[in-house]
């Protein structure tokens, strides 16, 4: 059974920066490709950001490029979204989501996706 567990968000003023972490219990992520999307009130979801499982190659939505990095530590177990440079239209409910097997993130699309987290919700406000 394949458990996904975000932590990391918070309330953080326009130009501060957070770390995302999706733990992941019960898998290997490595052999996962792991995905970020967010979805704020009243917005459809958003791929944020995707790691490959098959090349580790990375994806991220035109919104963040420059801004987040999303990365893998395999010893722990987790994948982590640093964020720098946080907007007000960056706050969302953040969840992490995992493809089993060979995934190459090519875009945001979900439709892959087969395992979701909880969700952590981050806050950029003033």
């Known amino acids: 059974q394949v458990q996904l567990v975000e932590s990391g968000g918070g309330l953080v003023q326009p130009g501060g920066s957070l770390r995302l972490s999706c733990a992941s219990s019960?898998?290997?992520?490595?052999?996962?490709?792991i995905g970020w999307f967010r979805q704020a009130p009243g917005k459809e979801r958003e791929g944020v950001s995707c790691?490959?499982?098959?090349?580790?190659?990375?994806y991220y939505a035109d919104s963040v490029k420059g801004r987040f990095t999303i990365s893998r530590d395999n010893a722990k177990n987790t994948v982590y979204l640093q964020m720098i440079s946080l907007k007000p239209e960056d706050t969302g409910v953040y969840y992490c989501?995992?493809?089993?097997?060979?995934?190459?993130?090519?875009?945001?699309?979900?439709?892959?996706?087969?395992?979701w987290g909880q969700g952590t919700q981050v806050t950029v406000s003033s």
């Open positions: 790691i490959s499982s098959s090349d580790g190659s990375t």
């Open positions: 019960g898998t290997i992520v490595e052999d996962f490709a």
């Open positions: 989501a995992a493809v089993l097997g060979s995934y190459v993130c090519v875009n945001g699309e979900a439709n892959e996706f087969g395992y």
